[in-house]
């Protein structure tokens, strides 16, 4: 069983940075991806940027250019940097992890979430 514990949630001002982490641990030896959804209230909780663990990255589309994923292997532990925040981007964002290969993305364990807030 993999377990995820994120941190770096809060409350920022539109324009403002948040630095979302996340660290894996358990039985973590079949991942090669890690990466972050979100969901906001009242809406379905949607993709928002994934990683392998050679460096391959996808992004949605509404956050390319304003979020950039990382990830460090040693550490098992993936990384969202979030700049230019929008009110829109207020949701709960949840670390996953699983599988990538040949272009698709399959992940199967979830962390709790954590807050992220944008004020206009």
């Known amino acids: 069983q993999v377990q995820l514990v994120e941190s770096g949630g809060g409350l920022v001002q539109a324009g403002g940075s948040l630095r979302l982490s996340c660290a894996a641990s358990g039985s973590i030896f079949s991942i090669n991806a890690m990466g972050w959804y979100r969901q906001a209230p009242g809406k379905q909780r949607e993709f928002v940027a994934g990683i392998t663990s050679v460096g391959s990255t996808n992004y949605a589309a509404s956050v390319k250019g304003r979020f950039t994923i990382s990830r460090d292997n040693a550490k098992n532990t993936v990384y969202l940097q979030m700049n230019s925040l929008k009110p829109e981007d207020t949701a709960v964002y949840y670390c996953?992890?699983?599988?990538?290969?040949?272009?698709?993305?399959?992940?199967?364990?979830w962390g709790q979430g954590t807050q992220v807030t944008v004020s206009s």
């Open positions: 996953t992890s699983g599988r990538a290969s040949s272009g698709s993305w399959s992940f199967n364990s």
